[in-house]
């Protein structure tokens, strides 16, 4: 619960700002040599929206991502995703088709975030288990999000202090 209360907090600031464009993108992940599919949605700033496990990737499990995804965090202006024919199917169904976006590099921003999972995944030595990955996937989003600042915008000094205060934020929200 401690995890989910965190992600609600989060997620309720979140909900005014996160509706301008959306990166949508799935990553294979596999368990006991099967192979599942991790669905992320982020938004235009990187902040990871949703995250959502599925066997399959397909039409109807890109349908059951992107409604989850709008119920929580509200319809955003743009969709950008890769060109796998399953979104065009979901967002088709949604009436959303004209807001998709789709282009050779224009959802670089959610292949690169799938980076520090990828990296905490191989420290871990994989996952065992669906409803593992499902949990863990939601935490390191709601961790990475709070803590992952875009280092090169700010000085040292400045990334430090800003450090400490989501350090000094996440002991309160742990507190409470």
């Known amino acids: 619960m401690f995890a989910a209360e965190i992600r609600r907090k989060r997620a309720s600031r979140m909900r005014a700002y996160s509706n301008w464009q959306w990166h949508l993108d799935e990553v294979f992940v596999k368990i006991n040599g099967e192979t599942h599919y991790l669905w992320r ?26 409604k989850k995804s709008m119920k929580r965090c509200g319809r955003p202006q743009i969709i950008v995703t890769d060109r796998l024919r399953s979104y065009g199917a979901a967002m088709k169904v949604i009436g959303n088709a004209p807001k998709q976006e789709t282009g050779r590099w224009l959802n670089n921003r959610a292949e690169n975030s799938h980076l520090p999972f990828r990296r905490r995944e191989r420290a871990m030595l994989r996952f065992r288990r669906m409803r593992s990955l499902q949990k863990f996937a939601t935490v390191h989003s709601s961790v990475h999000n709070h803590f992952n600042q875009e280092r090169h915008l700010y000085s040292r000094n400045n990334f430090k202090l800003n450090r400490t205060a989501a350090l000094a934020e996440w002991r309160q929200l742990g507190a409470a």
């Open 41 to 66: 949605a982020l938004d235009h700033e990187g902040e990871v929206l949703e995250s959502f496990v599925t066997k399959r990737r397909d039409r109807k499990a890109a349908l059951k991502f992107i």
